[in-house]
């Protein structure tokens, strides 16, 4: 016997075929005598009877959920009143000649039957399917996951072979250098001492690539960075990488425009509408308090700082910047308490508020208000108005903070994608901290050659060739225009107060490559995992990897990290220190 189709393939025009089938058993059921088996394997389930005079009949009364077996029958159209809707497969069944078990198998963790039937799976706690990955994986949910992943991979080669791109493998095993996060680091054991770093990204070698004169590169990357974890991180996750000569910033956003509308096409059969917006680093973080806002809802920042200038209210008199939000709903003091909170997490010394009820604002800081100020907002009959004043970083983060959560609260998100592009990043950045500039992006961005003359009386001021790709609320890309000049890399090395010996020392091998002529050049990196989970509409990205990390960075399925031992440690020159 061997399987002639997968059990989801089997349709009405099957009537009347002999087929084998292969796969687990999805759920198992004895109505008096008659046994019916649902058959599951990666396309669906297929309806199995077992009448009570077959050969198999005890083989098929002993078998059990999640049992591996091989079925050999007949198939015939169900009757009218049996037919399941809600099954692709619903309108036949299997009359079983024959049945094999393959493998038994013990009571899995938790029940993974009900997806595949077409109903919701129960809630069972992440910590637990992560232990139990292998039995996870076999749910509906992620079978579809991984299956719309490997869609999108396959759209994205297609996409970008068509459009002259090759695919270039970089290493895994490089040096450290500079990306904004914390490497991993890999001992050598032929240099001891000596450490190679995971990649946080191919951005040097990509680079490189288009010195050489590949003129067109991607990547279907695996990046590593020891950073914090949230729900849109892992330690381990993929890009897609890209990197383009001869080009402008313009062209990278239109091809990359194409590529995500190509992909919707592909997979979910959408066509999202082109070009997608474009705004300016400074006009998404005064309007929405965020460098990746979520246009799925309006609630826009408003700026009432001259209105409270020099007036009575002394919390806003000299501030640097008023912003304010009007609410539709009047928000209890419960509401605002906890949206104040929110706020503080952004740094915000508080959130000054007043409703408008019964034909005047109230509550809160209601008589210092202007009395000019509710028709200017648009502030009207059952609204709050919420207010947060103070350095502008720090108060349009903190509002944009509150507006997300007011967004979710009052059910303002609406359903489908909203893409956008930002741009006009600051090149630099102020790091209070350590006293001196760095980059907003990485070292290898290309400052606006308008604002060059900027860069060292007003490196504040000078605007960078880059661009993050946002879609609904998260950046799902970010790239830019590289510099191509040796001069003016070194130029930049040194404004971030890395020295000629210490650029030597940590990019040399750039420095040179820039020296035998460089293109001018750019690319962009995608999210590919934070991208799928869009598409898919997990909150997670974990549920859009096979074999992901929990929330500590741990992998429990196998229990990495793990010690190793001594003889391991030993031939790359380490030891494990005691805790003092």
């Known amino acids: 016997m061997r399987r002639t189709l997968y059990c989801g393939e089997l349709r009405e025009h099957h009537a009347g075929q002999t087929v084998v089938l292969e796969g687990w058993v ?181 680079q490189m690539l288009m010195v050489a004169g590949y003129d067109r590169y991607f990547q279907i990357a695996r990046c590593f960075r020891d950073e914090d974890l949230r729900a849109d991180r892992q330690p381990d996750f993929t890009q897609l990488d890209m990197e383009m000569s001869f080009v402008t910033q313009e062209d990278i956003i239109a091809l990359n425009e194409e590529l995500a509308a190509f992909i919707l096409r592909e997979t979910l059969g959408q066509e999202p509408p082109l070009p997608f917006p474009r705004l300016t680093y400074t006009e998404v973080m005064n309007r929405y308090g965020s460098d990746k806002p979520d246009l799925r809802f309006g609630l826009e920042l408003q700026d009432v700082t001259e209105a409270f200038r020099g007036g009575e209210f002394r919390a806003f008199a000299g501030a640097e910047v008023v912003k304010a ?98 741009v006009d990043f600051p090149l630099l950045e102020w790091d209070e901290e350590a006293g001196r500039w760095t980059y907003m ?45 040796r001069d003016l890399q070194e130029r930049m090395f040194a404004l971030l107060g890395i020295g000629p010996e210490e650029a030597q020392q940590k990019f040399g091998f750039l420095l040179e490559a820039l020296s035998y002529g460089a293109p001018p050049h750019g690319g962009i990196a995608w999210g590919l995992d934070r991208f799928v989970a869009h598409l898919a509409g997990e909150e997670s990205i974990r549920e859009v990897i096979a074999f992901p990390k929990n929330k500590e960075g741990k992998e429990t399925l196998t229990g990495a990290p793990a010690p190793v031992d001594e003889a391991q440690l030993a031939a790359v020159g380490l030891a494990v220190r005691s805790e003092v």
């Open 26 to 206: 999805n759920r198992r059921r004895n109505l008096g005598g008659l046994i019916f088996i649902d058959l599951r394997d990666r396309e669906g389930l297929a309806q199995v009877v077992v009448n009570p005079e077959a050969a198999c009949f005890s083989e098929a009364d002993r078998v059990r959920a999640e049992w591996v077996i091989r079925v050999e029958g007949s198939v015939r159209l169900r009757p009218a009143d049996q037919l399941n809707a809600k099954l692709a497969t619903g309108a036949v069944e299997v009359i079983a000649e024959r049945i094999e078990v393959l493998a038994e198998a013990k009571t899995p963790p938790f029940p993974i039957d009900a997806g595949w039937r077409g109903e919701d799976d129960p809630h069972v706690g992440e910590e637990v399917r992560l232990r139990n990955r292998v039995v996870d994986l076999r749910r509906r949910r992620l079978h579809h996951n991984l299956r719309l992943r490997h869609k999108v991979v396959a759209a994205i080669y297609r996409f970008l072979d068509a459009h002259g791109f090759i695919s270039v493998e970089t290493p895994y095993l490089t040096r450290s250098t500079p990306e904004g996060a914390r490497d991993f680091l890999v001992p050598s054991r032929l240099e001891p001492g000596h450490f190679y770093a995971l990649p946080q990204s191919p951005q040097l070698f990509k």
């Open 441 to 485: 992006h990485h070292p290898f961005t290309s400052p606006n050659l308008e604002d060059l003359h900027l860069l060292d009386t007003d490196p504040g001021r000078v605007r960078a060739y880059a661009y993050d790709f946002v879609l609904n609320g998260s950046e799902i890309g970010g790239g830019s225009i590289r510099i191509h000049r």
């Open 325 to 422: 939000l009007v609410v539709p709903g009047l928000l209890s003091r419960r509401e605002i308490e906890a949206l104040e909170a929110t706020a503080k997490t952004k740094g915000a010394a508080g959130l000054a508020w007043a409703r408008f009820e019964n034909g005047a604002l109230s509550g809160g800081i209601a008589r210092y208000i202007p009395a000019h100020l509710p028709e200017q907002l648009g502030l009207t009959e059952g609204h709050t108005l919420l207010l947060v004043a103070g350095p502008w970083r720090k108060t349009v983060e903190s509002l944009g903070a509150v507006r997300l959560e007011l967004g979710r609260q009052l059910g303002l998100i609406e359903p489908g994608f909203k893409f956008l592009w930002v």
